[in-house]
């Protein structure tokens, strides 16, 4: 998500998994549920004041990238930031393995794509099976 008010893109990961799992139980681990997050500014585009009487300014649409593949969450904004982060799906939860998209505002979302048969890198090792 990205908050303007704190100028950050966060990966909320409080939903990712709980203690529940078999693979946090048989170990007696916890999983990592705190978010992630870095600084990123929109930037305020001006007209050039030849170009009208007045100088005017429009906020910088906001262009998400996201990539998901099992256990990995990777963010790219505008084409100059990225960040990542390590969830831990649970096969036996349903709540652990989807994406929203929400607005607190007014926004549109466009071209979203989802692309639910992609190659892995490393089929014969996945440990959460494929749906």
Wanted: charged fraction near 20%; proline fraction near 4%; charge should be negative.
């Amino acid at each position: 998500m990205y908050d303007d008010s704190l100028k950050k893109v966060i990966i909320d990961r409080s939903n990712s998994s709980t203690a529940d799992c078999p693979v946090f139980t048989d170990y007696e681990a916890t999983p990592h549920s705190s978010a992630v997050w870095g600084h990123f500014y929109l930037y305020d585009l001006f007209t050039s004041a030849e170009q009208s009487e007045v100088c005017e300014s429009t906020r910088e649409t906001l262009k998400f990238h996201v990539f998901v593949d099992v256990s990995i969450i990777e963010v790219f904004v505008n084409d100059r930031f990225s960040l990542s982060a390590r969830v831990y799906p649970c096969a036996t939860q349903t709540e652990s393995d989807g994406i929203a998209l929400t607005a607190s505002s007014v926004a549109t979302f466009k071209n979203v794509q989802v692309w639910t048969e992609p190659k892995h890198a490393w089929a014969d090792t996945r440990t959460v099976p494929a749906s």
